[in-house]
């Protein structure tokens, strides 16, 4: 995995995982990778995976179910694209915005670029 | 689990280690960190009974390394910088080793010089620098030891063999059993090339003459200093670093925000602020 160079890596394995659920490749109760397992996936130290699993268990995303193993939960999407909408709404837009602002680009341009 | 406590050691007058005190607990991937002469390798002798403490006491779990009791002696093993270059082949040393490991496994060893691309039968002193290195890092793994020390595991070898050093590094385990946290084993890897096992370590223990500046998990490091990339200097920096397209700023963390650790930047901010490093790091 190639990581960008000024995240914390345990961020970026955490949204790995969040966009393999988001892009179906785990669904609804799927049993993910154990942290052995994506830890040699993704090259990073084992304590490292910990602490992304340990965020996405907090955020309710994926359930630790004892002995067995990390599911993802019945929610995981709706979690993932609430978070994540979130962050653009108050993050990423506002950046595009000032740049619409700054290009002079209309409300009209705007609405045929998403109706096409 | 490693505890070094009042540990003292010199070479006749030369002083290595001064009332030292550390930990390595189970199951890690220990990162040694340290300029060149600092007694990293006598760190690692020390704790695998090559060398003795003047004073202090080094134990690993129930045993003293310099009682060279047997039942430790075949749970550790101590893989030197230096190569083999006489005219055995890898097959033949691992299986004289392997007589004294319980755990050694010599289809293990098969399967890790394929991945490492050596070939097992060919003679030592046939095979170039970097291929003596992966040989005998497979020699090393297949011992299955609870404890690993490796030093400078990565010098001389390309960019692809470092990759696959992080590999066989990762996938390693006592028993074959990987999805097993629990029985993961302590390796050490002493280095100063950073760069090569930066996402790999955790935690990193940086050495000084004759002391330990840090011994830290990347958790812990990232809660007290704050690592910013941009594009200007700060004041406040401990350290700053040019890198293409600004700067690495390290920071004290005081507003509990989360950055990712550069382990170059920090091993320079760590050797630059020794005082004010330790302050941090010990409230």
Known sequence: MEFKAHQPIYLQIYLYICEMILN????????????????????????????????LQSKNIIINKRGIGFNVSENAKELILEEQKKQFMEEELPEIIKKF???????????????? | MITIK???????????????????????????????????????????????PNNGTCRVDDFIPQERNPHFLQN??????????????????????????PNYDYSYFLNLMKELEVDP????????????????????????????LLDEPTNG????????????????GVTTDTTDLHR???????????????????????????????????????SKLFF??????????????????GFINVIPNKFEMDSKVNVEALFNAVRNNKKRIKEIFNN
Request: glycine share 6%; charged share 25%.
């Open chain 1, 24 to 55: 179906g490749k785990y669904n609804i109760g799927d049993k993910i990778m154990s942290v052995r397992e994506m830890a040699i996936e993704v090259g990073v130290n084992p304590n490292t995976v910990m602490r992304s699993y340990e965020l």
């Open chain 1, 101 to 116: 602002k700054m290009f002079g680009i209309s409300m009209k341009e705007i609405e045929n670029l998403i109706e096409n």
């Open chain 2, 6 to 52: 009042n540990l003292d050691f010199s070479y006749k007058n030369a002083a290595v280690f001064r009332n030292i005190s550390l930990e390595f607990k189970k199951g890690n991937i220990y990162g040694l960190l340290g300029e060149n002469g600092v007694g990293k390798t006598t760190l690692l002798k020390i704790i695998c009974g090559l060398q003795f």
């Open chain 2, 76 to 101: 550790i093993f101590y893989l030197p910088e230096e190569v083999i270059t006489d005219d055995t082949t890898p097959d033949v040393y691992v299986n004289k080793l392997g007589v004294f490991y």
């Open chain 2, 121 to 148: 039968k060919r003679k030592f002193n046939a095979l170039s620098f970097g291929q003596k290195k992966k040989a005998l890092l497979a020699c090393a793994l297949s011992l299955r030891t609870e404890y690993l």
């Open chain 2, 157 to 172: 070898l390309d960019i692809p063999s470092k990759a696959l050093f992080r590999k066989v590094i990762l996938q390693h």
């Open chain 2, 184 to 222: 993961l084993p302590t390796i050490i890897i002493s280095t100063h090339q950073v760069k090569d096992v930066e996402n790999l370590i955790d935690p990193i223990v940086i050495l000084d003459h004759d002391e330990v500046l840090l011994n830290a998990t990347f958790e812990e490091i990232s």
């Open chain 2, 228 to 245: 910013e990339y941009g594009a200007e200097k700060s004041d406040e920096a401990l350290y700053t670093e040019q890198m293409p397209g």
